[in-house]
């Protein structure tokens, strides 16, 4: 008996663990992608150079690059940089208190997703451009119309996936909590909070990007600074260099903000792996 025992033991197998990149391995796929960006500038550069295209078509990226620098060392990108960054992060913050406090009271409350959630479907299939004119005249021609513009574009999908990490908990756990007598606030508290957040995180990468798309739109409806208000004025002068300059701020923007984004993630969400969420 006690042999069968030892050899029914030994014959369990124990998973092995998965084995850790080598050092190589590691700085390859750091390295790979700065290397093909690299590879795609030099590319453009040959090419516009060697095909002899019209700069107001496509300038080749060493124009771009003086228009950049010309624009940071006069301080101007930087002015007016930093106005589009308060617009569009203004908006994106008040886009996520009001995403997630309306979705977690859709996601508790059914009266509240029959009356309110229809009205808010329908304003998102309104295209934002089409009504910022609007917003211009109800709110100014200053900072407030940009805001508000930012905050509609950044409110459906910090919404909708708030909605969906809620309902997506679990209906063992739910169970367990109302075996233990717990109530709607302590069992949304401690369990379909915690299993929302990774979908949060996710619905809040996207609209930190969106919420820079309002902010542009609105500039380009009516304003008279930002970094939409330069795109503008740098094509009415057909100045193509400073467009593709300012481009690059923005898309550096919103990388550094989707690198805070996932940081945070990491951080607060630290029993979650964060490649396994996919945004709503």
């Known amino acids: ?32 992608s700065p ?68 979705g977690a009271l859709i996601s508790q409350f059914k009266f509240i997703e029959k009356t309110v959630y229809p009205w808010v479907v329908a ?12 917003i211009l005249v109800w709110c100014g021609y200053g900072s407030l119309s940009k805001i508000v513009t930012a905050t509609l574009v950044a409110f459906f999908p910090i919404l909708v996936n708030t909605i969906i990490g809620l309902r997506s908990c679990e209906q063992g756990k739910l169970d367990l909590m109302r075996s233990l007598k717990a109530g709607r606030w302590l069992t949304f508290r401690m369990v379909q909070l915690p299993n929302a957040l990774p979908f949060i995180f996710a619905g809040l990468s ?5 919420s820079i798309l309002g902010a542009l739109v609105g500039e380009f409806v009516g304003s008279k600074d930002g970094i939409g208000f330069l795109i503008l004025d740098a094509n009415y002068q057909l100045n193509i260099p400073r467009v593709f300059a300012l481009l690059i701020m923005l898309a550096a923007y919103g990388i550094t903000c989707h690198v805070l984004l996932r940081y945070a993630h990491r951080k607060l969400v630290f029993w979650n792996d964060q490649h396994n969420v996919t945004s709503a």
């Open 1 to 32: 008996m006690t042999v069968q025992s030892e050899s029914a033991v030994g014959s369990v197998s124990v998973p092995s663990l998965p084995a850790k990149p080598s050092m190589l391995a590691r700085i390859t796929d750091k390295l790979v």
């Open 35 to 102: 290397f093909f960006a690299i590879l795609l500038v030099a590319y453009w550069e040959f090419h516009v150079r060697y095909f002899e295209v019209d700069a107001l078509l496509l300038p080749p990226p060493s124009k771009i690059l003086v228009s950049l620098w010309h624009g940071l060392a006069s301080g101007l990108f930087l002015e007016h940089l930093g106005i589009t960054i308060y617009r569009a992060l203004s908006g994106f913050l008040i886009a996520m208190f009001m995403g997630i406090a309306l």
């Open 123 to 134: 304003l998102q299939t309104v295209p934002k451009i089409a009504i910022a004119p609007l």
């Open 206 to 210: 996207v609209a930190v990007v969106f």
